[in-house]
């Protein structure tokens, strides 16, 4: 009995753990501004998956990424990593952009959400 208690609370744990990708709660002129940058920069790979890139909602291709933590996903779009570069080809996009455009080429949150 003790040892199911256990593994209850140890998967309970792991289940809560915040080493998911969380993406933050943005107002409609933020998205806007961010979308906007999105088509300039993160568009020219992602939306045919040029260069390895996981394209816009391919949740398949973007769910080994979400298993990762925000702060991950972030330290790879800002430092690059294989094939993408650093930025993303977007040098004006600021934190907060990169995790609302993050958040929606996953399938994480819509363009109009």
Known sequence: MRLILLISTILLISACSSEHAEFPTVSTSERQAA???WSRSCALCHVDGNAGAP???DKV?????LQQSSETLL???INGLGKMPPLGYCMDCSE??????TAF???QVSQHD
Not at 96 to 101: A, G, T
């Open 35 to 37: 979308m906007e940058k």
């Open 55 to 57: 394209k816009v909602g």
């Open 61 to 65: 291709a973007w769910q080994p990424r």
């Open 75 to 77: 330290d790879h779009t």
């Open 96 to 101: 907060q952009d990169f995790l609302v455009l």
């Open 105 to 107: 080429m996953s399938g």
